[in-house]
């Protein structure tokens, strides 16, 4: 950080100084030769402890970085389906901006598109028949917006140990989307990471997996029926 930086600065000139007054006493008064020795010695241990510097926090700035939103890089897009460990669906965005996860695999409301706001793993979340952006209101329940660029419709994407996928608000710290077993929104202010209304897994649409895509048709030859002379 800039204030230690300043910190150790000003530390440094301070011994150097010492140091060199040490030098000056040294010439004028040959008597005190080995007692500056001695000091100088010291000087220079000490200019040494302070000027080594500490490996630089990584995490720290990772996290920094994180908290601050884009406006400048072009935005990574994915389309996926967010499969509900707890109601057994994927979540959907209605045309009545309800938010639900009853969706089937393929569904038309449970299509999403996801795109990223920071550097790291901040993502917005908008169903792509409906257009509406999936967000959190004060009271910890999850509304469809046509704008998304507040905090609220912004999530933190968690990998947990179990390879499922918590997403945190970016607005209100601490609350997760969550779903019941009847694939209702539930109250963020009760959730935690480590529950399983708050786990999901992404998954592509039906029909989008490479297994089901066909890379090239295979046309029938046809075979001409005229004869030659």
């Not at 028949?129 to 994407?157: A, H, Q, S, V």
Request: glycine share 6%.
């Amino acid at each position: 950080c800039s204030n230690c930086f300043l910190f150790f600065s000003l530390r440094l000139l301070q011994f150097t100084a010492l140091c060199f007054y040490a030098q000056v006493v040294k010439q004028k008064n040959p008597a005190t030769l080995k007692s500056n020795f001695i000091f100088r010695d010291v000087c220079f241990s000490i200019v040494r402890q302070n000027t080594v510097q500490s490996p630089p926090n990584f995490k720290h700035h990772v996290t920094e970085q994180s908290r601050l939103s884009d406006r400048t890089s072009r935005r990574l897009t994915r389309t996926y389906q967010l499969y509900s460990r707890t109601s057994g669906k994927h979540v959907q965005v209605l045309a009545n901006k309800r938010v639900n996860a009853n969706g089937d695999d393929g569904a038309v409301h449970a299509k999403l598109e996801v795109e990223t706001d920071s550097f790291g793993s901040r993502v917005r979340i908008k169903g792509v028949k409906t257009g509406y952006y999936i967000c959190m209101n004060k009271r910890g329940k999850l509304i469809g917006k046509r704008k998304g660029r507040g905090k609220d419709c912004i999530f933190t994407e968690i990998v947990l140990e179990n390879n499922y996928t918590a997403l945190q608000n970016a607005k209100y710290g601490g609350w997760y989307m969550a779903f019941t077993r009847k694939g209702r929104p539930r109250k963020a202010s009760k959730t935690k990471q480590h529950q399983r209304e708050a786990h999901f897994m992404k998954r592509l649409p039906r029909g989008h997996l490479l297994s089901e895509r066909r890379p090239f048709d295979v046309l029938p030859l046809r075979v001409p029926t005229e004869t030659w002379a």
